[in-house]
């Protein structure tokens, strides 16, 4: 529920107004804009009755909230979010560009790729060394040794890394480590992991989960926040639906609808999307051009050797083709890249 005040009210009426809710139990998130006051009112407001706050004059008027998260909602914090990665702004006027390859298969191969995306423009670097496969006897990724490869590649180029996370066991390595932790579409919906990484203060990379609505999602990145971490960057990859010939279906139109609910920043994985390297390009420019704030791109050196999603990897001269074309696509929607 949501509360709202008339301009001019004064401190001392918004007070009144706080304790007498606190005094029933609910915690009131305050937001100040220039004229009015917003209270958001948590806690189960079901059986409370909206017209005894209307008793104040001050009030203008009372919302029931429809959606269940708060923490994550434009509602409470109008402003974008600006998530710091040391020193890489993700959320802001600039497209921010991830890529790297979906494993980390040895020194030479993300030192390569790392160099290579870093000359393009990518700002960070992916990379992943624990591998959420659907068969257990596929690549499971180099583990612990990965983590190692990615920090020596970091070193070389500067470059913050970001890779997957899977169990709440591994967080403190993580924490040590990498500079966002990546939580999987697989794990959207592991509220224990999400917890443990709400303890946290690192940049967390929500990935949607393969059904997940976007509420579902929101109250996944609700999870990680509820615990203190706000932290929170959103990437939409392809949801599951009927369709066959790309390996997930785009919802482009999460973007301005994520934008619209929450102020967190919304990132775009055209790769896990599509599956296919030649329809990389489209989507990350119609995801630039719809207001993505960045995306994660596979690049691999050796696409055909890959030991995970070759298909779906470019090549570095491609992707060095496509953040030249995304230059002029972020440059028609008034950013940067
Ligand atoms: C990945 O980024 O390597 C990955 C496994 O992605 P997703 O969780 O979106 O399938
Ligand atoms: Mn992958």
Same mark, same amino acid.
Request: hydrophobic share 40%; charged share 25%.
């Given at each position: ?74 509602? @409470?914090? *109008? ?6 990665? #040391? +020193?890489?702004?993700?959320? /802001?006027?600039?497209?921010?560009? =991830? !890529? ?29 060394? @624990?591998? *959420? ?6 690549? #499971? +990724?180099?583990?612990?040794? /990965?983590?190692?490869?990615?920090? =020596? !590649? ?184």
């Amino acid at each position: 529920m949501v509360i709202v005040t008339k301009p001019g009210t004064s401190d001392e009426q918004i007070l009144k107004i706080r304790k007498e809710m606190e005094s029933q139990g609910f915690i009131i998130h305050e937001s100040r804009g220039e004229n009015f006051c917003v209270l958001g009112v948590v806690g189960d407001t079901a059986s409370f009755d909206v017209r005894n706050l209307l008793i104040h004059e001050c009030i203008d008027k009372v919302l029931r909230v429809q959606e269940p998260y708060k923490r994550a909602n434009r509602l @409470f914090h *109008p402003e974008d979010t600006v998530v710091d990665v #040391q +020193g890489v702004k993700i959320g /802001g006027n600039k497209v921010q560009v =991830i !890529a790297g390859p979906c494993s980390v298969e040895s020194e030479a191969q993300i030192c390569e790729v790392a160099e290579d995306v870093k000359k393009s423009g990518a700002t960070l670097l992916r990379g992943g060394a @624990f591998k *959420p496969r659907t068969s257990p006897y596929s690549f #499971q +990724g180099l583990r612990e040794e /990965g983590l190692d490869l990615l920090k =020596i !590649a970091r070193e070389k180029t500067g470059l913050p890394i970001v890779t997957e996370i899977m169990s709440p066991y591994m967080i403190e390595r993580f924490v040590e480590d990498v500079d966002v932790i990546q939580v999987g579409a697989r794990n959207m919906q592991n509220f224990e992991l999400l917890k443990e990484l709400g303890k946290t203060k690192k940049p967390i990379l929500l990935k949607r989960g393969l059904s997940a609505t976007i509420e579902e999602w929101l109250m996944s990145a609700e999870y990680i926040m509820s615990g203190g971490n706000d932290n929170v960057i959103l990437c939409e990859r392809g949801i599951r639906t009927f369709e066959q010939y790309t390996r997930n279906t785009l919802d482009l139109s999460a973007i301005p609808a994520v934008k619209k609910l929450s102020h967190l920043p919304v990132i775009v994985d055209p790769s896990h999307a599509a599956g296919l390297w030649w329809m990389v390009e489209p989507l990350a420019k119609a995801a630039v051009a719809v207001g993505a704030d960045g995306l994660i791109i596979e690049v691999h050196n050796d696409p055909e050797h890959a030991r995970c999603d070759g298909a779906q990897s470019l090549k570095p001269d491609r992707f060095d083709n496509l953040m030249n074309s995304l230059r002029i696509i972020a440059g028609a929607v008034g950013r940067t890249i």
